[in-house]
């Protein structure tokens, strides 16, 4: 788990990063998403601009 994710335990929205059977990231709030998140799933996809 992140730092983020495991300070803010029971927060939600959650979002978890997963591939191939492995939790890669995991992140809450929807500024979690837009900062966090979303950039690393274009990292992890190829589709980063």
């Known amino acids: 788990?992140?730092?983020e994710g495991?300070?803010?335990g029971y927060w939600t929205?959650?979002?978890?990063l997963a591939q191939d059977s492995k939790?890669?990231?995991t992140t809450?709030?929807?500024a979690g998403w837009t900062?966090?998140?979303w950039p690393r799933i274009q990292t992890?996809?190829?589709t980063a601009t």
């Open 6 to 8: 495991a300070q803010r």
């Open 13 to 16: 929205p959650r979002f978890i």
């Open 44 to 46: 992890a996809t190829g």
């Open 1 to 3: 788990m992140s730092d």
């Open 28 to 30: 809450t709030g929807i």
């Open 35 to 37: 900062d966090q998140m």
């Open 23 to 25: 939790i890669l990231f």
